[in-house]
């Protein structure tokens, strides 16, 4: 049973930081890449950014190139999301993916993705 587990969410003042992580349980595929989504209320939901298996490759919404950066520890099967320079419109339930499929690169399709976390909330006060 591949499991999906963020963290780090929580409310943050605009300008600030925060720092999501996705554990990844229970799979057995030799290779994934890693998505993050956000999903704000009243909207659908959207790419942020995804990372190869090898973490060379990154690719990032235009929304949050520059201020979000996502990085992975293989031995730890986990990733992270580094969120800088936080807006209120940052705010939403943000959610990590696996695609072990590997369809496409970049991955940046909903359907892309084979397995999803719970999701985090982020809220950034103005």
């Known amino acids: 049973q591949v499991q999906l587990v963020e963290s780090g969410g929580g409310l943050v003042q605009a300008v600030g930081s925060l720092r999501l992580s996705c554990a990844v349980s229970?799979?057995?595929?030799?290779?994934?890449?890693m998505g993050w989504f956000r999903q704000a209320p009243g909207k659908e939901r959207e790419f942020v950014g995804a990372?190869?298996?090898?973490?060379?490759?990154?690719y990032y919404a235009d929304s949050v190139k520059g201020r979000f950066t996502i990085s992975r520890d293989n031995a730890e099967n986990a990733v992270a999301l580094q969120m800088n320079s936080l807006k209120p419109d940052d705010t939403a339930v943000y959610y990590c993916?696996?695609?072990?499929?590997?369809?496409?690169?970049?991955?940046?399709?909903?359907?892309?993705?084979?397995?999803w976390g719970q999701g985090t909330q982020v809220t950034v006060s103005s």
């Open positions: 993916a696996a695609d072990f499929v590997i369809r496409s690169w970049p991955p940046y399709h909903i359907n892309d993705y084979d397995y």
């Open positions: 229970g799979h057995s595929f030799s290779n994934y890449a």
């Open positions: 990372i190869s298996w090898s973490g060379d490759s990154t």
